[in-house]
């Protein structure tokens, strides 16, 4: 059960796209397509962004989009905005009804 | 309008006992399942663990087995986590939260504001 493995930081400008990879093994993101993303201000709770891999909930603006390859995920967030800035993490079903978390990754919009 | 609140958070020894509690309102409790998901200062979420509809089937993340568990009152629209010999590495915001839809484990639509706990002496 070790967690998956996301960068710690990424950044970009208002209106580049930035991409956030979070990496497991073939027992979590490479054995099912049940990859979430959160996105997360801090004090706050989290929040849905991205399901089922490449899902988006109703609300949540077309900018924000998932993907995965092999046993890694990725979060694309397109036309960065200021508001975008937040802390990003990522979970996948592992198996057994258990999940497994990302260490997370601080998204700086320069 | 969906509610979660926890509480029940506090200091507590090492060693020492907390139960937590969160309080569902707003859709129909006993059809979902149910989970506990924590986060330490600085550091990212951690699945802890989650609990059938009707309570028959529980599953931990193995650094809280044995000393942790899930239960539920679907009476009382509540969602417990009896936490045992606690250490310092269990010191976080403790969450409750909801899956989308009622027969999935997750992905999760609504979280509590988070109950904080913290281990130390």
């Known amino acids: 059960q070790s967690a998956l493995t996301q960068p710690r930081s990424v950044s970009g400008s208002p209106g580049q796209s930035v991409t956030i990879s979070c990496t497991g093994t073939s027992s979590d993101v490479g054995g099912y397509d049940y990859v979430s993303w959160y996105q997360q201000y801090s004090g706050k709770a989290p929040k849905l962004m991205i399901y089922?891999?490449?899902k988006r909930p109703s609300g949540v603006p077309d900018r924000f989009s998932g993907s995965k390859s092999g046993n890694t995920a990725s979060l694309t967030i397109s036309g960065l905005q200021a508001e975008d800035e937040a802390d990003y993490h990522c979970?996948?079903?592992?198996?057994?009804?258990?999940?497994?978390f990302g260490g997370g990754t601080k998204l700086t919009v320069l | 309008e969906v509610q979660l609140v926890e509480s029940g958070g506090g200091l507590v020894q090492p060693g020492g006992s907390l139960r937590l509690s969160c309080a569902a309102s707003g859709f129909t409790f006993s059809g979902y399942w149910m989970t506990w998901v924590r986060q330490a200062p600085g550091r990212g979420l951690e699945w802890v663990a989650n609990i059938k509809q009707d309570g028959s089937e529980k599953y931990y993340v193995d650094s809280v087995k044995g000393r942790f568990t899930i239960s539920r009152d679907n009476a009382k629209n509540s969602l417990y986590l009896q936490m045992n010999s606690l250490r310092a590495e269990d010191t976080a915001v403790y969450y409750c939260a909801r899956p989308v839809t009622a027969a999935s484990i997750d992905p999760f639509d609504y979280w509590g504001q988070g109950t904080l706990v913290t281990v130390s002496s």
């Open positions: 979970c996948s079903y592992a198996g057994s009804y258990t999940l497994l």
């Open positions: 089922d891999v490449s």
